[in-house]
T-cell receptor, first 116, second 114 residues
Framework: GAVVSQHPSWVICKSGTSVKIECRSLDFQATTMFWYRQFPKQSLMLMATSNEGSKATYEQGVEKDKFLINHASLTLSTLTVTSAHPEDSSFYIC????????????FGPGTRLTVT | AQTVTQSQPEMSVQEAETVTLSCTYDTSENNYYLFWYKQPPSRQMILVIRQEAYKQQNATENRFSVNFQKAAKSFSLKISDSQLGDTAMYFCAFTASGTYKYIFGTGTRLKVLA
């Protein structure tokens, strides 16, 4: 299956700063990627759909100015958490749609964000 | 709006035994796909099995099989010959044809006991 990488795997930042998370589709040109957020012992919640060359589509309740998504190339999508606060601490996971005909998503290993 | 429900927050099974995880969903769509994903302690999401709604035959992948009941909107996962490595969170997911957006259930934490 397709391989998706994320960087960094774990990041700690101070409240008020911004942090960028990268998601790379290593063997597939992904026009669409997804960003999820997962709180401890909870399910994955879709935050936004990242579209190559155009604006991301955010799910209801997700602040687009706080969670900036850029999908500048077919292999890279970035999520920037701006002016981070402790409540933004979470596990962030991206995925791509390499399994186009099968509708299978391939997930990155996730990024643990801790805001102090 | 579509919803996915997993009513078993936690389950345990003895090694080598069989366990069934439940999933129900609600949708007005006729064409859709259902998935079971496994999330071990590493938190890497791994596809276990998938089912196309238009296929009546239940999907199987080695020790994993599903019981897909379209009319009842039920999609359970059966794990046979459970192994210690099956210990993980299991998420049921739904996507309508053409959208690629997943709706996940709340998950079932499965523990395989030695």
């Amino acid at each position: 299956g397709a391989v998706v990488s994320q960087h960094p795997s774990w990041v700690i930042c101070k409240s008020g700063t911004s942090v960028k998370i990268e998601c790379r589709s290593l063997d597939f040109q992904a026009t669409t990627m997804f960003w999820y957020r997962q709180f401890p012992k909870q399910s994955l919640m879709l935050m936004a759909t990242s579209n190559e060359g155009s604006k991301a589509t955010y799910e209801q309740g997700v602040e687009k100015d706080k969670f900036l998504i850029n999908h500048a190339s077919l292999t890279l999508s970035t999520l920037t958490v701006t002016s981070a606060h402790p409540e933004d601490s979470s596990f962030y996971i991206c995925s791509d749609t390499a399994g186009l005909s099968s509708y299978e998503q391939y997930f990155g290993p996730g990024t643990r964000l801790t805001v102090t | 709006a579509q919803t996915v429900t997993q009513s078993q927050p936690e389950m345990s099974v003895q090694e080598a035994e069989t366990v069934t995880l439940s999933c129900t969903y609600d949708t007005s769509e006729n064409n859709y796909y259902l998935f079971w994903y496994k999330q071990p302690p590493s938190r890497q999401m791994i596809l276990v099995i998938r089912q196309e709604a238009y296929k009546q035959q239940n999907a199987t992948e080695n020790r994993f099989s599903v019981n897909f009941q379209k009319a009842a909107k039920s999609f359970s996962l059966k794990i046979s010959d459970s192994q210690l490595g099956d210990t993980a969170m299991y998420f049921c997911a739904f996507t309508a044809s053409g959208t690629y957006k997943y709706i996940f259930g709340t998950g079932t934490r499965l523990k395989v006991l030695a």
